[in-house]
């Protein structure tokens, strides 16, 4: 029982001692608010909202 205690002491205190490196996340969000889609109808600078007849949704 000593031993397991010993040991689990050990375990603890070499992970304290070592040094935990950072992760880096990288999160792109890319909002275009000032133009058009590409899927949207052509030659109309701004437009309110899109109707899909296939679908019959606004």
Known sequence: ???????LALMLT??????IQ???VNVNININLDKQPAW???GYQYVDFYYFPDINVL
């Not at 029982?1 to 040991?7: G, H, P, T, Y």
């Not at 070499?14 to 040094?19: C, E, I, K, N, R």
């Open 14 to 19: 070499t992970m304290a001692l070592v040094p």
């Open 1 to 7: 029982m000593k031993k397991i205690i010993a040991l």
């Open 40 to 42: 949207g109808p052509v």
């Open 22 to 24: 950072a992760q880096h």
